[in-house]
């Protein structure tokens, strides 16, 4: 009998854990849906009310990456991967716009003979499809200084001196401060690369490990002084405080900017 009534007690305490559990799920998922919702309603309401879908205008867009030819068995899947994506996002677009991806890298290797980039060659009109251009970029980390003329090497080629906008000075400070600094290049090809985007509306500046999707292939920001930049958790709200206080110390104005992305879509007119 004592042992009917234990086994009766173990099955109520199982029901009531289940129907514990259950209230618990709904709760949960009732607050995660009243949070998220608000969110996912203003991102799209920011996406319709910043998206310009301009068929009527010639719009000139690339897609800047640094492609680090060195390190190929690691990056060769993502630029492939990048590569499609581009292909299947300007399929979308208007038949007036042009979004060309423009790869910085150390040499043009048999991956863009196959993919049909070009080596060397600047858009230079609206009417040419778009198309994946390689620039051969010497990265920061092989501009060895020599020892006995303090000279710098800064080009592969010196037919690849008109691509660029290369200050000697400044190529020395960041060789001597982040040549061991690998992410250095992904920025670095925005302030030496001017003479190669130079031509486009937009750039979009990002890294390998992305997918360009077809909501982009029509979209613009609508504020033309924007600077729109990707989200990532770089930095924490004590450092954060601390970094504006260093700043206010040191005379500097601080913009409260921080977590900014590696991913950058601006008006060329705003770069330089």
């Not at 709760?27 to 009527?56: D, G, L, W």
């Not at 890294?207 to 924490?236: E, Q, R, W």
Request: charged share 20%; hydrophobic share 40%.
């Amino acid at each position: 009998m004592l042992l009917k009534v234990l086994s009766h007690i173990r099955y109520y305490y199982i029901i009531f854990f289940l129907i514990f559990i259950t209230l618990t799920s709904i709760y949960i998922s009732f607050e995660h849906y009243s949070y998220v919702n608000p969110i996912i309603k203003s991102n799209n309401y920011f996406v319709q009310q910043r998206s310009s879908i301009i068929n009527s205008s010639s719009i000139q867009r690339a897609i800047l990456v640094f492609y680090p030819s060195s390190q190929e068995i690691h990056y060769l899947p993502e630029i492939r991967w990048l590569y499609r994506s581009w292909i299947e996002m300007i399929k979308y677009e208007s038949n007036q716009w042009r979004t060309d991806f423009i790869i910085f890298t150390e040499q043009y290797s048999s991956l863009f003979l196959q993919l049909g980039c070009l080596p060397n060659k600047i858009r230079t009109n609206d009417e040419e499809q778009p198309k994946c251009r390689v620039f051969i970029y010497l990265r920061l980390s092989a501009r060895h200084i020599n020892s006995l003329t303090k000279q710098q090497t800064i080009l592969k080629n010196d037919s690849e001196k008109n691509l660029f906008n290369i200050a000697i000075p400044r190529s020395i400070l960041l060789y001597n401060h982040f040549k061991k600094y690998q992410y250095i290049d992904s920025v670095n090809i925005i302030a030496e690369g001017y003479p190669i985007y130079s031509y486009y509306d937009f750039i979009l500046k990002t890294d390998l490990d992305v997918f360009i999707t077809k909501k982009f292939a029509n979209y613009i920001p609508s504020t033309l002084n924007t600077l729109l930049v990707g989200h990532g958790g770089y930095s924490t709200e004590f450092n954060t405080r601390r970094l504006g206080r260093i700043a206010r110390d040191m005379g500097w104005k601080y913009q409260n900017l921080t977590n900014i992305g590696s991913t950058w879509l601006v008006r060329v007119t705003l770069v330089i």
